[in-house]
């Protein structure tokens, strides 16, 4: 049924309107290709709120492929709330390397501690709640609830939106996210909410290969900057220069990094002033 021509269904809607047929028939084929062709990751296998925080965290901005892995290892070495809570920050950052924005390591650190001391050990249940926390938005806070809790929630994440454009926007350049968000309120399978936004993501994740184009109709589509030369790749190699050699100089720096000093200055300043790093008579270390 996934291979039903698009023509149809767009015909469907344009005559039905977002009736219960068009409803179910969207469903339908988002659901027969997920059963069949769904994407298997060691954090969907066995779900815990802890392990779907500390999946959400990793994700964003980073590829799925990637994350997998070092979820595991990431797991493996800090299992709970409060093994993450009690580790020190050097330790977490180390098992982060290889993810990128590692404020997403501190932040996910203390969250821990947050739900250690103000929340009995529980991860809250409540968008509201956790988007008080570091480094959770709207998006996160609800994918959170939704593949924890299995409650319903409504988010547009970059494959939800190719789903959607792709379904209920034919030969549109400038859809708007409040268009698809009302879509996704009526159509979202608030019985069983996990499933249906793997199964979403999972359908986006196909269309990205046969339509790579669909996102760039959004109106919110913003080209994505090159990381290479980037204060973000600068930032990731100091930060795992120190990492590695526990202290290190800042003229050792100069020598291993292929950067301006300006720029190397201006990196180990930020990130002295976000907490990674302490430097004392040019001796850079990670703060404790």
Do not use: C
Not at 74 to 96: G, M, R, S, T
Not at 104 to 111: D, E, F, H, P, W
Not at 159 to 184: C, S
């Amino acid at each position: 049924m996934f291979y039903i021509l698009i023509s149809e269904f767009h015909n469907l809607y344009k005559q039905k309107g977002l009736s219960d047929q068009v409803i179910k028939k969207f469903r339908d084929i988002i659901y027969e290709y997920y059963h069949k062709k769904g994407r298997k990751f060691p954090f969907r296998d066995k779900i815990s709120p802890y392990y779907v925080l500390v999946s959400e965290i990793m994700l964003q901005q980073t590829q799925t492929s990637r994350v997998s892995q070092k979820f595991l290892d990431f797991i493996k070495k800090f299992p709970n709330f409060n093994a993450l809570a009690n580790a020190e920050l050097d330790d977490v950052l180390k098992e982060w390397q290889g993810l990128g924005y590692n404020r997403r390591a501190v932040a996910l650190k203390n969250i821990s501690d947050m739900v250690i001391n103000e929340y009995n050990g529980q991860l809250p249940e409540e968008v509201k709640i956790l988007k008080t926390f570091p480094q959770i938005g709207h998006n996160t806070a609800s994918s959170i609830v939704s593949f924890a809790f299995n409650k319903p929630t409504f988010f547009i994440e970059t494959n939800i939106r190719r789903v959607y454009i792709y379904f209920f926007f034919p030969g549109r350049d400038d859809v708007d996210d409040k268009e698809i968000m009302e879509l996704l309120q009526k159509t979202t399978d608030t019985q069983n909410p996990r499933k249906w936004y793997y199964a979403l993501m999972d359908y986006g994740v196909m269309l990205k290969k046969s339509h790579p184009g669909l996102n760039k109709r959004s109106k919110h589509y913003r080209k994505q900057k090159k990381f290479k030369g980037s204060t973000r790749q600068l930032r990731g190699k100091v930060l795992k220069l120190v990492l590695e050699k526990s202290e290190i100089n800042l003229e050792a720096l100069y020598q291993k990094l292929n950067f301006e000093k300006k720029k190397i200055n201006e990196v180990v300043s930020q990130l002295e002033k976000e907490g990674f790093l302490t430097m004392k008579d040019r001796i850079i270390i990670v703060s404790k």
